[in-house]
């Protein structure tokens, strides 16, 4: 069982461990928390070796004012990844075609070196961990399906066949991103096209006659 009620001696505390009931949570709290995880993140500390107690060390804030917010440190971790992302894209809703590169220009953005230095050590550790894959996917699974909802309509108002695979084309048109992103495949192409470029190319396979 965690030692959750444990005292860190750090920072004055932004958030008071134990709150009478009913009190709201601290937005003030959540964002010293979700920083210092980006902070630990980004100095160096790998996902597997963070510990609730180095947050809560650098939060300024004791280990039980964490555990009330997160169950365990790997939705933490995914949070704490997520606010990097940002929120779900707003789609208009009157083009397809515009919807999707709409979408697909925030695919692996990185706005931020502390962004840049986090996210691919992260990934790493999905191959390895099922807690943090399964909070990873639960992050993700909002985001494709808007996207889903985007073939959908497509398809819906005659935009696009009705016989494609809606999981698929979104994987074709997803992936090639992700794969530059993290890994420059191919330094031939630039990021700033590639949404573009990868729309153009599949647009033939799923367009209606």
């Known amino acids: 069982m965690r030692d959750v009620m444990t005292n860190v001696t ?3 505390r932004v958030d008071q461990d134990r709150k009478a009931p009913g009190r ?6 959540d ?3 979700v920083d210092a995880v980006l902070d630990l993140l980004s100095e160096g500390t790998t996902a ?15 280990k039980a004012t964490i555990y009330r917010r997160w169950p365990n440190k790997e939705a933490l971790l995914v949070d704490a990844v997520a606010s990097i992302k940002g929120g779900l ?5 009157e083009s397809v075609r515009e919807d999707l590169l709409m979408m697909l220009r925030q695919v692996g953005r990185v706005d931020s070196t ?8 992260i990934l790493a550790q999905l191959h390895h961990n099922s807690e943090l894959q399964r909070c990873y996917q639960k992050m993700l699974e909002p985001r494709r399906e808007l996207m889903r909802g985007v073939l959908r ?4 108002r005659g935009e696009l066949r009705p016989d494609i695979d809606v999981d698929v084309v979104m994987t074709m048109l997803v992936a090639p991103l992700v794969a530059q992103t993290l890994l420059h495949w191919n330094p031939n192409l630039e990021p700033s096209a590639m949404p573009e470029r990868l729309v153009d190319a599949i647009w033939p396979a799923i367009a209606a006659p």
């Open 153 to 156: 309509r497509g398809i819906e």
């Open 10 to 12: 750090g920072p004055a």
């Open 114 to 121: 502390r962004a840049s230095r986090i996210t691919p050590g």
């Open 89 to 93: 894209p707003h789609v208009r809703g």
């Open 31 to 33: 964002g010293a928390i």
């Open 48 to 62: 597997e070796a963070l510990s609730i107690e180095a947050v809560a060390t650098r939060a300024g804030v004791g």
């Open 24 to 29: 709201p949570r601290s937005a003030r709290a």
